[in-house]
Every structure is written in structure tokens, then in C-alpha cells.
């Protein structure tokens, strides 16, 4: 059983920029693909961005290449989202997630999720 704990959430000005971890322990982390989705109120959680198992491959949600980064340190057993330019609508409860799947695009290929951390983008 992996458990994950999302940090770094919070407020933010539109234009702001705000680095999300999330710790992993329980289980090899090498051994995941690692991911963070997003859920705004009211809408379904989509995927945000994923990273290969030694962080040669990274993949992002269209709307969002340039201005996020993934990326992993599986000695601290640790994967970041670092958020720059942030808008309006980038105001949601991040989670991390942890999967087998090559790209991890998708909520049914995630094994465990994290509880989510709140961000508020305004304006």
C-alpha cells in the first residue's frame, strides 16, 4: 500500500507561480509512474501531467505545456509540480497519483491517490 501526501497548495495571485510535492512512502516509488490530476468545483478530475519511472518521460495536458513541470526524486521518494502563470481557471484541488500505466493520462489507470491539496488562483 503507497500512501501520498500532497504539499504546497494555496493562494495565489493570477500570473503567480506555486511548487506542489508529494511525498510517497510504502511502496518502491521507482516502481510508479507518478501523476498529478486536477478537480475544479463541479467538474470531473482530469489529468494535469505524468512522469516516467526514472523521469526520462514526461507528459502534460495540452492547455498546460509551458507553464508546468513535473518532476521526481526517487531517492527522497518525491514527485513536484512546479506551476508558473498561473490562471484563473488553474484554481482546483490537485492530487497525486500513482500508476503502472506508460503515460498515466487517465483516472482508471491510477492505483493510489493522494487527499488533494487546495489551489486558489485569483484575480
Known amino acids: 500500500q503507497v500512501q501520498l501526501v500532497e504539499s504546497g497548495g494555496g493562494l495565489v495571485q493570477v500570473g503567480g507561480s506555486l511548487r506542489l510535492s508529494c511525498a510517497a512512502s510504502?511502496?518502491?516509488?521507482?516502481?510508479?509512474?507518478m501523476g498529478w490530476f486536477r478537480q475544479a468545483p463541479g467538474k470531473e478530475r482530469e489529468f494535469v501531467a505524468s512522469?516516467?519511472?526514472?523521469?526520462?518521460?514526461?507528459y502534460y495536458a495540452d492547455s498546460l505545456k509551458g507553464r508546468f513541470t513535473i518532476s521526481r526524486d526517487n531517492a527522497k521518494t518525491t514527485v513536484y509540480l512546479q506551476m508558473n502563470s498561473l490562471k484563473p481557471e488553474g484554481t482546483a484541488v490537485y492530487y497525486c497519483?500513482?500508476?503502472?500505466?506508460?503515460?498515466?493520462?487517465?483516472?482508471?489507470?491510477?492505483?493510489?491517490w493522494g487527499q488533494g491539496t487546495q489551489v486558489t488562483v485569483s484575480s
Open positions: 497519483a500513482a500508476g503502472g500505466a506508460l503515460k498515466l493520462l487517465v483516472t482508471t489507470e491510477v492505483y493510489y
Open positions: 510504502g511502496g518502491t516509488f521507482s516502481n510508479y509512474v
Open positions: 512522469i516516467s519511472r526514472r523521469g526520462g518521460s514526461t
